[in-house]
């Protein structure tokens, strides 16, 4: 070879690896920001919203955001979250100021915003035996209610009752009331309603008037920690008699019943999503945002809501977000993690909420989460939070074209003539009717009980409209407005391992890499063939 030849060579060889660095440069480039978009965040608090948030919490995973939760009740999440434990916490209810021991129950100098998450009832599930067989159709009004978590009713055989399920006697059995011994956001939304809508009753059992986190245990009343363990607790074999309050989730996954209860339009009903949707179109929220209670639920409207589907327990759950530019806790990378873990979750991941036995928020909600989230944004310039609004959710609650309005609470079926006060209870005997059933498939919809004497649909049958309609309306009841399952199937989100809209540009660095090595292969390998050639 000539050194004309060889220099040639050298310069070509140069050439190539100078090509092949610049586009690894560039790839590398764009791949930092993605694997330095997220950093792992962790949170603790509610039971009553753990199951939907670990659900999030997983599908995330597979998107590259790493997410921690430890379920140890509301009070803790937000003591977690003041103590800078935690970088985000969820409960039921706003800080109050004082607990009920006096001690301080406040985020401290720690900034924060309450972000809506999830909307749900909380149910009252029970295990009662007739001749060994699980009653399935129990009916309860509130005052009923209160008066067995007072311990004013103690007998499953009580005239009350009686009264509530249209004259069916229950046998004679001792009533064991089971409620939580952590500090709970759901104890606090029950005596929440117990305080407003039956002060007579819950005042004097309390000592004072208000809501409390700590139920207080007295009489044949057992407590259990966390509401898995209130679930376990009724569900268990040594749990005939018992009654306890959980969100309708738990019994969900248990195949277990709920109480229906009457609410004020005189109809005895469940928190089925779509219940809970329409009772939550009375709740008001504090719109005020100098507030320190900015986007609070003020839920007098729901407990008295008129419909005959609303579900009167009817509520949601919020995010201790922390806003604050020097927060301790916070990083470029965990706040991006938090912006679209809960972009997912306010949008996506609200598709999940029906199956898993909670109900999705409204718009006014997750348009109020999104301009909580872009407060991150401000704390932080380098988090991206573009692009996330309402047109880019698939919400099952927003109907295409007009987000004015709610589309479960559209669809949601009236109840059957039987649930009514006077009437039923619907089916033949109290162990007939279905009450919770069957955890529904991700995806599916749950379907109200078929009206009584209707056939159930055999296996792997197209979902069937019932005839049935109400006598007083003409209006469709229960069975009449199952839903194709396919009407809410998620689409696939943006979100990647990524942050969003990075993927583009790996794209763009693969394509310039191909580019080169087609330019400048061919050259360095004839020059390579040539020299053997010379070689030779």
Known sequence: MTPALRRLHLRTWVVVLAALLTAFTLVLRTASPAQAAYA???????????????????????????????????????????????????????????????????????????LPIVAGGTAFTYQVRVGGKLVKNLRLSGDTIAKIFTNKITDWSDAAITKDNNGRKLPSLRIIPVVRSDGSGTTAQFTTWLDKEHP???????????????????????????????????????????????????????????????????????PTEHNVAVALTKARINENKSSPLYLTQILDGVYRATDKRAYPLSSYSYMLLPTGAKDQRMTTAKR????????????????????????????????????????????????????????????????????????????????????????????????????ATDKPKAGAQPTAAAAPGAAAPSAGAAPQVAASTD??????????????????????????????????????????????????????????????????
């Open 336 to 435: 991006q993690t938090l912006v679209d873990f809960m972009f997912y979750s306010l949008c996506e991941g609200q598709s999940k909420a029906g199956p898993y036995g909670y109900s999705p928020l409204p718009l006014n909600l997750v348009q109020a989460g999104f301009a909580q989230l872009a407060k991150l944004g401000t704390a932080d310039k380098g988090v991206n939070v573009k692009n996330r609004d309402a047109r880019r959710c698939n919400n099952p609650t927003f109907v295409k074209g007009d987000l004015s309005r709610n589309h479960l609470a559209e669809i949601a079926p009236q109840p059957a003539a039987c649930d009514k006060v006077g009437a039923g209870p619907c089916g033949t005997a109290p162990a007939a009717d279905t009450g």
């Open 40 to 114: 792992q965040i962790e949170g603790s608090g509610s039971t009553w919203s753990e199951l939907i948030v670990r659900q999030w919490i997983a599908d995330v995973d597979a998107m590259g955001m790493k997410v921690t939760y430890s379920s140890g009740g509301s009070s803790q999440g937000r003591k977690n979250f003041a103590q800078n434990v935690t970088d985000f916490g969820i409960s039921e209810i706003p800080y109050q100021g004082v607990d009920e021991y006096g001690a301080a129950d406040t985020a401290g100098k720690r900034a924060f915003a309450y």
């Open 471 to 536: 006598p007083e309306t003409g209006q469709p009841v229960a069975a009449a407005a199952v839903v194709d399952p396919e009407s809410i199937a998620g689409v696939p989100t943006e979100l990647t391992s990524s942050a969003l809209g990075d993927r583009k540009e790996w794209f763009g660095a693969i394509a310039m890499l191909e580019l080169l090595l087609i330019v400048t292969v061919p050259g360095a390998l004839a020059l390579y063939f040539r020299r053997r050639g010379a070689a030779r």
């Open 200 to 270: 007579k009753v819950w005042r004097p059992f309390f000592g004072r008037s208000g809501l409390t986190s700590y139920f207080p245990r007295k009489g044949t009343a057992i407590a259990a920690s966390g509401s898995d363990q209130v679930m376990n607790t009724i569900s268990g074999d040594a749990g005939n008699g018992t009654i306890g309050y959980v969100e309708y989730s738990y019994p969900v996954s248990k195949k277990f019943p709920v109480v229906k209860v009457l609410n004020k339009a005189g109809y005895f009903v469940e």
